[in-house]
């Protein structure tokens, strides 16, 4: 009896969603189709339903209307979508089921480039940039990651500049001046005081700041401050440099141990934002695309909440770094590429595509032609009358050059367990004056490590093939 | 005379093509999606690429590389953790739990079975889900009832606990599958003859007499098929730990065989290596089944 039931429930949810039309396809078959994992960036393309109630016409649709080809914005979960590219960049897949268009995540693109350029399932777009007059418009560290052996093969959409976005109440009532913090070091101090104040006033769980013990991703950011990537494009590996020791362990030193002021962030979709709200993180790094999450999920912190940039650890950092990010590409299975290319000037040069990405993000375009517009210069009352954009594009002048690799992912994750590993034993109860000898080691055999696996994986043209022997 | 030959002639050809034309449906899907496969992943395993036009032979390089990697190497010990800790588990209390509900004693048995079954029927990706945010720090269900219990204290890091990572998968992949192998052993315990234990009784034979020598015997190849399927599936342990550490866990602890192939395969792009960890977790799978086969004696039973 439960099987037929369960049939049941089966046959008829099939039915629901193979006649709905929410989840139909276009019917055009010679529509564009776009491959996108985020849904603010589906709402630039195809509008909201706020936007489309007010009569702002979409961009989708305003390229039909002056070029006569229909798009078809389909929304793919990132890991999905990243499955798919990845498939059919390895088949050479090609056919009406390719997307004309895709939206890469920055990360996900080091593994595009692990063979010969013609091997990469993109297109390569510098040639259409030159032409256009357009690969100039772009900011060139942003452009770095989208580009192999100097072959430019995405197209960036953003810059996100890091700062610091924190409680001022909090703050404010544990007497910590913010703004007048210079250094980590500094920073790191006030985070005890501000953790001895708010201990004594009934919340001991108040922290200074987000710090995750189980990733690397705010560790890397300070990483970018001082110049370091884990991998450069020479494909040279700096787990063992001196900076990332020191900044490895000075991250280790606020975020364990009896001088603790960072607190781990709860795992779930946008907890981060809660946990600001409530005070266990107090303060956290703040790229432009954690803004609307903020203001989204935590809006009872409409006029608490300030931005600075990042504090450095000494003179030559750089007050900010850049934190993730996406890039639009043509796969070289489209069936199309002349259109796509047509499209995604549209989208990313476009006074429309800028209007509708002022619209529905808060992101900061890679085109600082673009950062002159208007909206920059509100004032925004959530954030207590900041000029946030204004913020945002003097930091974003500042970002360093960012380095994604084929190999970037393998040593992000070997400095991940060297940094749950130095927590261990900082929490063990070892004298913290010993950690980075203690820790030096464990840097070089993960160096080590990340270094065989790079010459084992590069690829080799087949001529001197010789595959890490 | 001429016209009866050809007749037969011809039913002799229809008579030989006919099955091979009702088994070419199944020929062709299994040709398409499984042989082909099989074999191209074995050519794969030897090569190297990154793409279409960008391959070439390596020989035995990804092999005599794994040999000397790590994280493979760490893979198979979380792997093969996970597969101990599962089968010592889950088998006795499968049976624990169908021992008490072949009792006739108890009450509302059929809602109990289907109760307990019922959890197989959820995906382990779901389950994964639900665990995730049962495990959740401060917010998920058991930190608030242990901030309640005690106030004031940092909130248990379930999911960032190198130490924890083992034990919640277990408990996750047995709240799955111990149902299953109760229906399982639950039949099994039907099947055996009632007059073995009327015999039993007449000599003498208490509970655990009655147990260890009616009871185990006569479910002894559900109990080994058990152990068999639970090898392999804990081998091909995945898309647990994929979904609830949302990679390699605290300290690599999730880290399995399946999930390292794929992250080689999937992250870092290179097929070839990844096609030579899928075939050296065939044959290690192959060699444990065979092994547990031999030592267990299964299907020489049924065969008699």
Known sequence: MPVLVMCALSLVSGAVLAFSDEFGATTDPDALTVWLFDPTHADMFRGSPETREAGITPVTEQFENLTGRAVDVQLVGVRPLDLRLMSMSQSGATGPFVPDLVEIEINSIGKYFRGPKSS?????????????????????????????????????????????????????????????IKTWEAFHETGLEFSRYWSRHGHPEYRALEMPRTNTSILEVMLLQRGINLVDQEGQVHLDHPLTLDTLCRYVRMAAGDKVVGSQPASGAMQWARELAAGYNSSLLAPDWRLALIENYAPELAGKLRLRPL??????????????????????????????????KFIMFSEAGDAARRRHTRILAATPASWDDSSLEVEHEYWGGQRVGQLNVSLARLVPRRIITPFSAIASAELTVVLMRAIAWLEDGHDPSRLPETVRPWLAQAQADVEMRIQFGRFDEPEDASHGQ | MASKAAEVSGRRLRSSKAPWLFLSPFLLIFTVFLLYPIVRSIILSFQQTAGPGATHWVGLANYQFLIGDRLFWLACLNTIAFTVGFIVVQVPLSLGLALLLNRKDVRARSFFRFAFFATHLFGSVFIAVVFNVILGSRDGPINRVYGLLAPGEESIAFLSEPTLVLPILLVAALWISVGYGMIYLLAALQSVGRELYDAADVDGAGPVGRFLHVTLPGIRPVLVFLILIGTIGGLQLFEMPYVLYQGDGPGRRALTIVGYLFAIGFTVGDLGYASAVGWVLVLLIGFIAAAQIRLTGFGREATG
């Open chain 1, 120 to 180: 990469v399932g993109l297109l390569p777009l510098t040639d259409r940039l030159r032409e256009a007059g357009l690969l100039d418009d772009l900011l060139s560290s942003r452009v770095a990651p989208w580009t192999k052996d100097g072959e430019v093969y995405g197209v960036p959409m953003d810059v996100h500049p890091v700062a610091l976005a924190y409680r001022q109440d909090l703050f404010e009532e544990a007497g910590i001046d913010v703004e007048g």
């Open chain 1, 311 to 344: 504090p450095i650890f000494e003179a030559g950092d750089v007050p900010t770094a850049t934190w993730g990010g996406t890039g639009f590409a043509i796969p070289r299975g489209s069936d199309d590429p002349d259109a796509a290319w047509e499209l995604l």
